[in-house]
């Protein structure tokens, strides 16, 4: 059975601090490693990746995949009140189709 | 694009009654994804269809759970008769193969059967 597991389970930092959220993973025939941002509502994608050692940028986030390993972690850095939400990690991997397994998430709460 | 569509947002219903969730997905995507989300558990995938026909439906949780996909432009989850337990956030999602974990997720509804 695949798993992915996240943590911190929950982060509480100020405004401006950086945070690094982790993600490790077993699964059988990997295939790709994604991040999701959710605030209240739906979950919303920021990265997949695939190779390990390239770094995915995307203004303050950025993330890695060490498939060596078997984790990636999530970078944010001069954290904003606006990055406060859970961020969850899933992995796809099994057959040929695209179904990824989600963890648990981390929440992350900036105060300002 | 309008994205994933879900009806109701909110949903309160008594214990025993039966509840149906809606969903249009994006027009275009082939795949369509039923989720259920709670704080004990997660996001767990109920159910998942591709062209329209049921691929894996191990994630139902029991017979008193049934999705359908009649068109490729919607679908429903029903609970049949719900039950207290069955509260939770069900989001529906939707993607192209292709781009292999790129869901689009609708808002979700919340739903307590109280």
């Known amino acids: 059975e695949d798993k992915v597991v996240q943590s911190p389970l929950s982060l509480v930092v100020h405004e401006g601090d950086t945070v690094t959220l982790n993600c490790s993973y077993e699964?059988?025939?990997?295939?790709?490693l994604l991040w999701y941002k959710q605030e209240k509502k739906a979950p919303t994608f920021l990265f997949m990746l695939?190779?390990?050692?390239i770094e995915k940028k995307s203004g303050r986030l950025s993330s890695i995949l060490d498939k060596k390993e078997l984790f990636s972690i999530l970078n944010i850095t001069a954290t904003q009140t606006g990055d406060s939400a859970v961020y969850l990690c899933a992995v796809n991997g099994g057959g040929g189709s695209y179904i990824p397994t989600f963890g648990r998430g981390t929440s992350l709460i900036v105060h300002p | 694009d309008a994205g994933v569509i879900q009806s109701p947002r909110h949903e309160v219903t008594e214990m025993g009654q039966e509840v149906t969730l809606r969903c249009k997905p994006i027009s275009g995507h082939d795949y369509l994804f039923w989720y259920r989300q709670t704080m004990m558990r997660g996001l767990e995938l109920l159910i998942y269809?591709?062209?329209?026909?049921?691929?894996?439906d191990s994630g139902m949780p029991e017979d008193r759970f049934s999705a359908k996909m009649p068109n490729a432009s919607f679908s429903t989850l029903k609970i049949q008769p719900s039950e207290p337990r069955d509260s939770a956030v069900y989001f529906c999602?939707?993607?192209?193969?292709?781009?292999?974990?790129?869901?689009?997720f609708g808002s979700g509804t919340r739903l307590t059967v109280v």
């Open positions: 695939t190779s390990s050692g």
């Open positions: 269809f591709n062209n329209n026909v049921p691929i894996d």
């Open positions: 999602a939707s993607s192209f193969r292709d781009r292999a974990g790129g869901y689009t």
């Open positions: 699964v059988t025939n990997f295939r790709s």
